[in-house]
């Protein structure tokens, strides 16, 4: 079972910045945030992920909150391709007992409008 | 482009067909996966290599056969598939077993 909560849904106007909320309240110390997208019958491309800290790449930023029981995605100038279902995953690394299956839960649509 | 490739990207087969499913890596990593995705369903995974090793099958039925020939090619052999095997299979790859997994665009597969 995926252990996060994400809203079905956001909209975000082209242009603007769309922040994708998850929430991972049973997260433990040793489990990183990654983030995935889907593009409609394509497969998933990967984004980013972080462990504690703040991370940003050509992609988007995530904010990890101090507690780390939840973060946001920032896509920080969206555009028509942006749309897509974003799923936040929480993973415990191989090195401490994880696994190598990723579970994706529901994720978040985004629709990005002009 | 995420540097792993499906072919066909495509295909339609019958009950009594058999086929390949191939995916290529260009990222120099070490382990491959096949998922499968059906319609309004999480993915599945169905098989992991490292090293060119299967690592897992996740109770995979037989007439699903994965063939990995080297670490940069992963074969998924059907035979004698069922219409509920129709889905998109999606093949990943990560620099070693366990690690952040890149995708490729996947096979839409329709059995009739």
């Known amino acids: 079972d995926a252990k996060t909560t994400q809203p079905p849904s956001m909209d975000c106007a082209e242009g603007r910045a769309a922040n994708l909320p998850c929430n991972h309240s049973?997260?433990?110390?040793?489990?990183?945030v990654y983030w995935y997208r889907q593009i409609h019958s394509q497969g998933p491309q990967y984004i980013i992920h972080?462990?504690?800290n703040n991370e940003t790449n050509e992609m988007a930023s995530l904010i990890i909150t101090e507690d780390r029981k939840s973060s946001t995605l920032i896509l920080p100038h969206a555009t028509l391709r942006d749309t897509a279902v974003y799923y936040c995953?929480?993973?415990?690394?191989?090195?401490?007992?994880?696994?190598?299956?990723?579970?994706f839960g529901k994720g978040t649509k985004l629709t990005v409008n002009p | 482009e995420t540097g792993v490739t499906q072919t066909p990207r495509h295909l339609v087969m019958g009950m009594t067909n058999k086929k390949s499913l191939k995916c290529e890596q260009h990222?120099?990593?070490?382990?491959m996966y096949w998922y499968k995705q059906s319609a309004k369903k999480p993915l599945e995974l169905m098989f992991v290599?490292?090293?060119?090793?299967?690592?897992e099958n996740n109770s995979v039925p037989s007439r699903f056969s994965p063939e990995c020939p080297n670490s940069s090619h992963l074969f998924l052999h059907l035979h004698t598939l069922q219409p509920e095997d129709s889905a998109l299979y999606l093949c990943?790859?990560?620099?070693?077993?366990?690690?952040?997994?890149?995708f490729g665009p996947g096979t839409r597969l329709l059995v009739l």
């Open positions: 990222l120099g990593h070490n382990a």
């Open positions: 972080g462990l504690k």
């Open positions: 995953i929480v993973r415990l690394v191989i090195t401490q007992g994880g696994s190598e299956k990723l579970v």
């Open positions: 049973t997260i433990s110390g040793n489990e990183y």
């Open positions: 990943a790859s990560s620099q070693d077993w366990g690690e952040t997994q890149y």
């Open positions: 290599y490292n090293f060119k090793e299967q690592t």
